[in-house]
């Protein structure tokens, strides 16, 4: 069974930059649509981040639109989200997830999860 395990989270300032990382147990980064999600206290979960393992496509949420972007190492079967500009809404827990499918990023379902990291924003 392919583990996830997301790192890099912490506590910045209003403005501030972090980079997510997430390890995969196999290459599932590079066979299967792989995505960022946030869920904030009190909200449900939100897809920020989408790449589709056939053609790099992305998908990015609006509230993340120009300042966050994904990427992935298919030699470290490693996923990344570099977030800049970090906001006090940005503030939440961050999961990486993978689908079983290689199409339909943005929509599709995903159903295999980390165990999140936390970001917090402080203005």
């Known amino acids: 069974q392919v583990q996830l395990v997301e790192s890099g989270g912490g506590s910045v300032q209003d403005g501030g930059s972090l980079r997510l990382s997430c390890v995969a147990s196999a290459s599932t980064v590079s066979n299967y649509c792989m995505g960022w999600f946030r869920q904030a206290p009190g909200k449900g979960r939100e897809t920020l981040a989408t790449?589709?393992?056939?053609?790099?496509?992305?998908y990015y949420a609006d509230s993340v639109k120009g300042r966050f972007t994904i990427s992935r190492d298919n030699a470290k079967n490693t996923l990344y989200l570099q977030m800049n500009l970090l906001k006090p809404e940005d503030t939440g827990m961050y999961f990486c997830?993978?689908?079983?499918?290689?199409?339909?990023?943005?929509?599709?379902?995903?159903?295999?999860w980390g165990q999140g990291t936390q970001v917090t924003v402080s203005s």
């Open positions: 790449i589709s393992p056939l053609t790099r496509g992305t």
């Open positions: 997830a993978a689908s079983d499918s290689p199409f339909g990023c943005a929509t599709g379902d995903y159903y295999t």
